[in-house]
């Protein structure tokens, strides 16, 4: 069982940035990998960012490849996810996600563990 806890959300102007972050628990953070999820009202979830266990491996949405940073800190069994540039289409609500299989992976289904989520809005 691995619990999620996310938080750095909030109100940011266009072109403003934010670092969101993740904190594991319940399991051995440095083997899970670890995912960035987000959701906007009548939208289906989409994949953000990923990073492995060892942070060695990230893969980027092409929507926010430059942008957004993906890193981890297995010290703190935390995940971070730091947004520049943000754009008002960013607006949604935010997920971590937790992956006990070693592949990092873009796909929503192969994650078991979820957040609560954490809301990110982006004003014109």
């Known amino acids: 069982q691995v619990h999620l806890i996310e938080s750095g959300g909030g109100l940011v102007q266009a072109g403003g940035s934010l670092r969101l972050s993740c904190v594991a628990s319940?399991?051995?953070?440095?083997?899970?990998?670890m995912g960035w999820f987000r959701q906007s009202p009548g939208k289906e979830r989409e994949f953000v960012a990923v990073?492995?266990?060892?942070?060695?491996?990230?893969y980027y949405a092409d929507s926010v490849k430059g942008r957004f940073t993906i890193s981890r800190d297995n010290a703190k069994n935390t995940v971070y996810l730091q947004m520049n540039s943000l754009k008002p289409e960013d607006t949604a609500v935010y997920y971590c996600?937790?992956?006990?299989?070693?592949?990092?992976?873009?796909?929503?289904?192969?994650?078991?563990?979820w957040g609560q989520g954490t809301q990110v809005t982006v004003s014109s």
């Open positions: 990073i492995s266990w060892s942070g060695r491996t990230t």
């Open positions: 319940g399991r051995t953070f440095s083997r899970i990998t």
């Open positions: 996600a937790a992956d006990t299989d070693a592949t990092p992976t873009m796909g929503t289904y192969a994650y078991e563990y």
